[in-house]
């Protein structure tokens, strides 16, 4: 069975063992020992320690485990020699390295297994000989094997507590660009509601009465719609210069910008008659509205305009000649809206719808935590009619997404 393969040595650990090397034999070639008379008294037997702690050096950093069983094996030998101050030396950092650079669990058992078998070597000592010399080898034991481990151990926990530091800080400029990134697609939605609910209704009404120009040959009937034309274009005009001064950054605090509210719902309403007309379509408005004393939230008015707005613009385009009604009530706890248009095949000038304004309807509700429904219901005679529902609360809530 072969031999495991050892990791290649990092090049920085070559070095420190080479010079620990260097070291060791620069002492040797002086003749100067830790001690004399032992075992192996012969100056040779030195190196054979030095050269092995040296080579464990290498693989510090790549395998600290075997670089600390090994060197573990060769400060013991080193014993039994006249002993090498380098070797003893390189030894304190590879017990440093097995803390720094091993598994988490060995980081954790080192220092208090050194730390034990540094008390144990003194008691034992201390029976043996009884006297101070015990103490004193010790502590030498102690900073060579314990301090080591114990020193290692802080290194890594200040390093693992940055790395966790610089997770952290990853995250959470990873959540900061999330809810950036959130933040501009709602805004962009929001925007794109603004922009169709303010436009679509007078781009809706230049199309129909452009297209009864464009088919009917009458210069008066001609001459009427280009004036309803004009009105809606220059009313268009208007909103979108409303909508762009308010995107546009100002170096002046121009205050809260014109909130539409509930209050201009007849001038609404006014306007959708007279673009209607042409198409046999009338409007009516009737608020039940019951007086509680408490106005509405801003948040609220400016829904409830927009869906009862939307709701005419998508009876000016679909809807058959007959009666459109916005029916308005309200109590302690919500505001109902319902707009009900004639539904059928429309003969005749017929606006393109893309379906945006339902979404948009659907979102604004969602946004404020009510219900909302549209579609087709039979109506109390049996003809079919198309409703628009919406219920919002009273008070604002706002729903998260």
């Known amino acids: 069975m072969p031999l495991p393969r050892l990791p290649r040595p990092h090049r920085d650990d070559v070095f420190i063992g080479a010079c620990g090397l260097a070291c060791g034999l620069l002492l040797?070639?002086?003749?100067?020992?830790?001690?004399?008379?032992?075992?192996?008294?012969?100056?040779?037997?030195?190196?054979?320690?030095?050269?092995?702690?040296?080579?464990?050096?290498?693989?510090?950093?790549?395998?600290?485990?075997?670089?600390?069983?090994?060197?573990?094996?060769?400060?013991?030998?080193?014993?039994?020699?006249?002993?090498?101050?380098?070797?003893?030396?390189?030894?304190?950092?590879?017990?440093?390295?097995?803390?720094?650079?091993?598994?988490?669990?060995?980081?954790?058992?080192i220092p208090y297994t050194t730390g034990l078998i540094t008390v144990a070597l003194t008691i034992v000592l201390l029976v043996w000989w009884q006297n101070a010399i015990a103490l004193l080898v010790g502590v030498v034991s102690g900073m060579v094997s314990f301090l080591p481990a114990v020193t290692g151990a802080i290194v890594r926990n200040h390093r693992e507590a940055?790395?966790?530091?610089?997770?952290?800080?990853?995250?959470?400029?990873?959540?900061?660009?999330?809810?950036?990134?959130?933040?501009?697609?709602?805004?962009?939605?929001?925007?794109?509601?603004?922009?169709?609910?303010?436009?679509?209704?007078?781009?809706?009404?230049?199309?129909?009465h452009s297209t009864a120009a464009l088919s009917i040959d009458d210069a008066g009937t001609t001459r009427q719609a280009l004036g309803v034309i004009r009105e809606n274009s220059v009313a268009g005009l208007a909103e979108m210069r409303r909508l762009i001064g308010l995107l546009r950054d100002s170096a002046e605090?121009?205050?809260?910008?014109?909130?539409?509210?509930?209050?201009?719902?007849?001038?609404?309403?006014?306007?959708?008659?007279?673009?209607?007309?042409?198409?046999?379509?009338?409007?009516?408005?009737?608020?039940?509205r019951e007086e509680t004393g408490e106005q509405l939230p801003a948040p609220v008015e400016l829904a409830a305009y927009r869906i009862v707005q939307e709701s005419l613009t998508n009876a000016l385009k679909h809807?058959?000649?007959?009666?459109?009604?916005?029916?308005?009530?309200?109590?302690?706890?919500?505001?109902?809206?319902?707009?009900?248009?004639?539904?059928?095949?429309?003969?005749?000038?017929?606006?393109?719808g893309s379906g945006a304004g339902l979404v948009g309807m659907r979102e604004r509700v969602a946004l404020l935590g009510g219900e909302f429904e549209a579609g087709p219901v039979p109506d109390a005679d049996g003809t079919k009619i198309w409703r628009v529902r919406a219920e919002l609360p009273a008070e604002e809530r706002t729903v998260e997404t």
């Open 28 to 109: 040797w070639s002086f003749g100067l020992y830790n001690k004399v008379d032992n075992v192996f008294p012969q100056s040779w037997a030195t190196l054979i320690p030095l050269v092995v702690m040296a080579a464990m050096e290498a693989l510090r950093r790549t395998a600290p485990r075997t670089a600390l069983t090994v060197g573990t094996l060769a400060i013991v030998g080193d014993q039994f020699t006249n002993g090498n101050l380098v070797t003893v030396l390189m030894f304190t950092d590879v017990v440093y390295a097995a803390v720094v650079y091993g598994t988490p669990t060995s980081a954790k058992r």
């Open 162 to 208: 940055a790395d966790s530091a610089r997770l952290r800080a990853e995250q959470t400029a990873l959540l900061a660009e999330m809810d950036r990134a959130q933040a501009v697609v709602a805004e962009r939605a929001r925007m794109a509601r603004e922009l169709h609910d303010m436009v679509a209704n007078h781009l809706s009404a230049i199309a129909i």
């Open 253 to 288: 605090d121009t205050g809260p910008a014109a909130v539409p509210r509930l209050s201009g719902l007849d001038a609404l309403v006014a306007q959708a008659r007279t673009n209607g007309a042409p198409s046999g379509l009338a409007f009516r408005l009737d608020d039940t």
């Open 319 to 352: 809807a058959v000649a007959g009666t459109v009604t916005v029916t308005l009530a309200r109590d302690a706890r919500a505001l109902t809206i319902r707009v009900t248009s004639p539904f059928g095949d429309r003969p005749g000038p017929r606006a393109p």
